[in-house]
């Protein structure tokens, strides 16, 4: 209970609570800004974080993870606009609310099912990281190894493009890590004559150029979307007949959130799909959904927040983020030399639980914000686009030359932004691309450990049990898939259902 108490005690600073305050605000501008999402806000922020300290930095960027994450139901709701990806769904039945005049009552569900599906989130993963940073006491760098070989096989299943295609910008991902001095050899590789590649390429400009810059570029195409603001009186906490007919849907949902948001690559987009359906599938009046059913709101924001704790239980525990804005978080701690896994449990317990604090917080100051807040923040989402990107790419420029004082970082986030407006453009998600280049370095560190004490007998680590389970994961979640697809063909009685 000792570090419990004493992460609490570190967020005691006056001045470290303002600096939440002021997150949560920033966080839910940009949860609200139709093209702007948590991951976005998180890699744009992640310079400015460098010269903080780790408690603090870290705070910040789980506090706009959570915030974002909540504030996209505003516009999704009166604007029929989702904020994040992970309030698609709450579009379907917000909306159709807003338009009979009822646009307070949607926010108020939409705030009070954010806030429990938080809170419950964090619970878990107060409980749940520790537990499981435990487990990884057993594993040596075989285990590690093969657990990162697991996360890579993941990005097949994240963000919007086909699995082969998530692959491929998986596989980019692993191959911009590769660049730089190997670890083991100190040999310089693709460094092309740069001395300051001879360290690899870093995380922060790559991630404010293929979240930053390109979704910038993405934007441009759009300059004359124009959008209609509902008008409401108020927003109104859900009644008690809302209550009676939602409460199991909460809970439910926030279970599915959790569950989601720890697997790796999953996150609150995928979180708030199944909670939508699950949300329908258990409904008594199923044939309400998509015009203006409390229940799907409460079960896509539930799940959707819900799934910010529940993704970072691999990260901090295992260094395999669960989602894409944990990837930026997992970056954020590398950058300020913490290690996740077993041992930041142990040698650094005060930072951990401060940071589980710091997401606790901020999910309850969500009912304050938005029962008072979201009809002004709503009116955000109508500041001229010619003055906003500006300002975003502005701030990418500096933030990608404030890390290093290098035009090289500036040219890189540029690179990177150009490359991922392409990949957009084509179908391909920038997001696996992106926790490629995370797990790239540490899949290359954890071989040549593997190899080094397995006296490069590599076959013997399938030999151990916790690294061939790994791997037995790995090849499911490749060819699961393509061999159910197969079975279900040859077999008409598993197609039919019958």
Same mark, same amino acid.
């Given at each position: 209970?000792?570090?419990?108490?004493?992460?609490?005690?570190?967020?005691?600073?006056?001045?470290?609570?303002?600096?939440?305050? @002021?997150?949560?605000?920033?966080?839910?501008?940009?949860? +609200?800004?139709?093209?702007?999402?948590?991951?976005?806000?998180?890699?744009?922020?992640?310079?400015?974080?460098?010269?903080?300290?780790?408690?603090?930095?870290? @705070?910040?960027?789980?506090?706009?993870?959570?915030?974002?994450?909540?504030?996209?139901?505003?516009?999704?709701?009166?604007?029929?606009?989702?904020?994040?990806?992970?309030?698609?769904?709450?579009?379907?039945?917000?909306?159709?609310?807003?338009?009979?005049?009822?646009?307070?009552?949607?926010?108020?569900?939409?705030?009070?099912?954010?806030?429990?599906?938080?809170?419950?989130?964090?619970?878990?993963? $107060?409980?749940?990281?520790?537990? $499981?940073?435990?487990?990884?006491?057993?594993?040596?760098?075989?285990?590690?190894?093969?657990?990162?070989?697991?996360?890579?096989? $993941? &990005?097949?299943?994240?963000?919007?493009?086909?699995?082969?295609?998530?692959?491929?910008?998986? @596989?980019?991902?692993?191959?911009?890590?590769?660049?730089?001095?190997?670890?083991?050899?100190?040999?310089?590789?693709?460094?092309?004559?740069?001395?300051?590649?001879?360290?690899?390429?870093?995380?922060?400009?790559?991630?404010?150029?293929?979240?930053?810059?390109?979704?910038?570029?993405?934007?441009?195409?759009?300059?004359?979307?124009?959008? %209609?603001?509902?008008?409401?009186?108020?927003?109104?906490?859900?009644?008690?007949?809302?209550?009676?007919?939602?409460?199991?849907?909460?809970?439910?949902?926030?279970?599915?959130?959790?569950?989601?948001?720890?697997?790796?690559?999953?996150?609150?987009?995928?979180?708030?799909?199944?909670?939508?359906?699950?949300?329908?599938?258990?409904?008594?009046?199923?044939?309400?959904?998509? %015009?203006?059913?409390? =229940?799907?709101?409460?079960?896509? =924001?539930?799940?959707?927040?819900?799934?910010?704790?529940?993704?970072?239980?691999?990260?901090? +525990?295992?260094?395999?983020?669960?989602?894409?804005? @944990?990837?930026?978080?997992?970056?954020?701690?590398?950058?300020?030399?913490?290690?996740?896994?077993?041992?930041?449990?142990?040698?650094?317990?005060? !930072?951990?639980?401060?940071?589980?604090?710091?997401?606790? &917080?901020?999910?309850?100051?969500?009912?304050?914000?938005?029962?008072?807040?979201?009809?002004?923040?709503?009116?955000?989402?109508?500041?001229?686009?010619?003055?906003?990107?500006?300002?975003?790419?502005?701030?990418?420029?500096?933030?990608?030359?404030?890390?290093?004082?290098?035009?090289?970082?500036?040219?890189?986030?540029?690179?990177?932004?150009?490359?991922?407006?392409?990949?957009?453009? #084509?179908?391909?998600?920038?997001?696996?691309?992106?926790?490629?280049?995370?797990?790239?370095?540490?899949?290359?560190?954890?071989?040549?450990?593997?190899?080094?004490? &397995?006296?490069?007998?590599?076959?013997?680590?399938?030999?151990?049990?916790?690294?061939?389970?790994? !791997?037995?994961?790995?090849?499911?979640?490749?060819?699961?898939?393509? #061999?159910?697809?197969?079975?279900?063909?040859?077999?008409?009685?598993?197609?039919?259902?019958?």
């Amino acid at each position: 209970m000792e570090p419990l108490f004493a992460g609490l005690y570190a967020l005691m600073d006056p001045s470290l609570l303002v600096l939440l305050f @002021a997150a949560t605000l920033g966080g839910v501008i940009i949860g +609200a800004l139709p093209g702007l999402n948590a991951t976005t806000g998180a890699a744009l922020l992640l310079p400015f974080t460098i010269t903080m300290d780790p408690i603090p930095a870290i @705070a910040i960027l789980t506090t706009i993870y959570c915030a974002a994450t909540f504030a996209g139901a505003i516009t999704a709701i009166l604007i029929n606009t989702p904020g994040t990806s992970a309030s698609a769904t709450t579009c379907l039945d917000g909306y159709p609310l807003a338009q009979r005049g009822e646009a307070g009552r949607a926010l108020g569900m939409a705030t009070v099912s954010s806030t429990i599906g938080g809170i419950i989130s964090v619970v878990c993963l $107060m409980m749940a990281a520790p537990l $499981m940073a435990r487990m990884a006491y057993n594993f040596a760098p075989p285990e590690y190894f093969a657990l990162t070989v697991f996360g890579i096989s $993941m &990005l097949a299943t994240i963000g919007d493009g086909t699995p082969l295609k998530n692959i491929i910008a998986g @596989a980019l991902g692993v191959f911009l890590a590769t660049v730089g001095k190997d670890l083991l050899t100190t040999v310089e590789r693709f460094t092309f004559g740069f001395n300051e590649l001879s360290e690899g390429i870093g995380f922060v400009p790559v991630m404010i150029g293929i979240f930053g810059i390109s979704e910038l570029l993405v934007q441009a195409e759009r300059l004359q979307a124009k959008r %209609k603001l509902i008008e409401m009186k108020a927003i109104k906490l859900p009644s008690r007949e809302d209550y009676r007919k939602v409460w199991r849907t909460i809970l439910r949902s926030s279970g599915i959130g959790t569950f989601i948001g720890i697997l790796p690559a999953e996150g609150a987009t995928v979180a708030s799909m199944i909670g939508y359906n699950e949300a329908r599938r258990w409904s008594k009046t199923p044939e309400e959904f998509g %015009k203006g059913a409390i =229940e799907g709101i409460a079960g896509s =924001e539930a799940a959707n927040n819900s799934a910010t704790g529940g993704a970072m239980v691999p990260t901090l +525990a295992l260094g395999i983020p669960g989602s894409p804005t @944990a990837a930026v978080i997992l970056a954020g701690l590398m950058v300020h030399g913490l290690q996740p896994g077993p041992t930041m449990f142990t040698e650094q317990a005060e !930072f951990a639980y401060a940071i589980f604090w710091a997401m606790l &917080l901020v999910n309850v100051t969500f009912i304050f914000v938005g029962l008072f807040g979201a009809k002004l923040f709503a009116r955000v989402t109508f500041v001229p686009v010619q003055i906003l990107w500006p300002v975003v790419f502005t701030f990418s420029i500096v933030g990608a030359y404030a890390l290093d004082q290098s035009m090289l970082d500036v040219y890189i986030a540029l690179a990177s932004g150009v490359v991922g407006y392409f990949m957009r453009g #084509f179908g391909y998600s920038v997001v696996p691309l992106a926790i490629g280049l995370i797990l790239g370095g540490m899949l290359e560190k954890r071989l040549g450990q593997s190899l080094i004490m &397995l006296d490069d007998q590599w076959w013997l680590m399938f030999t151990r049990p916790l690294t061939l389970f790994f !791997f037995v994961l790995t090849v499911l979640a490749l060819f699961g898939p393509f #061999f159910w697809r197969l079975f279900k063909q040859r077999d008409p009685m598993v197609s039919t259902g019958e």
